[in-house]
């Protein structure tokens, strides 16, 4: 079966701090891979996305991803973390149905 | 540009009741999807609109069903409402199906029930 896995459920790190959050899937062949941001009481908002060509990958908000095959990974990063990067983030994929599967979520806890 | 919009933002109902809940999808949209957010988990597929009709649908039972209409807003309606129905439901739009599945969502309307 199709899956997306964050094997975080917490992450705390020091503002200016670099970042990375973990995520894994499982297709039979290479989804399109996304990761969401979701601030408290509001919805889904794209950080980025891979489809295909350069593994690494730039968003918004300072925020990349790279995409290894090999590990059926593709992990979020940024180099310095804000208190505004408070959030739960999410990583997402979709096969051949282009409907997104989501992962359970990582909560990133800020602190000053 | 007009984002998606979702009302209402927050309800309370009882076990046995109806809700019907709105979404007007993203001007140029004509794909709408529904997901049910319980309390610290991730977005779970409801199921899909495209032009007025159901496109994909996830695990979810009968009395989960939906509407699109031909401005391409939608309505996600639940009967017999569960306690365990509580939860955020989140409409995302997309320009349309097979385009890889990016989402643009709403901010949700939060259920209770009880």
New interface residues.
Partial sequence: AQSVTQPDIHITVSEGASLELRCNYSYGATPYLFWYVQSPGQGLQLLLKYFSGDTLVQGIKGFEAEFKRSQSSFNLRKPSVHWSDAAEYFCAASGGSYIPTFGRGTSLIVHP | ETG?TQSPTHLIKTRGQQVTLRCSSQSGHNTV?W?QQAL??????IF?YYREEEN?RGNFPPRFSGLQFPNYSSELNVNALELDDSALY?C?SSPG????????????SRLTVL
């Avoid at chain 2, 610290?40 to 597929?45: A, T, V």
């Fill in positions: 998606v999807s997901y610290g988990q991730g977005p779970q597929f899909q994909g989140l995302a199906t097979g385009v890889t599945g990016e989402l643009f969502f709403g901010e949700g």
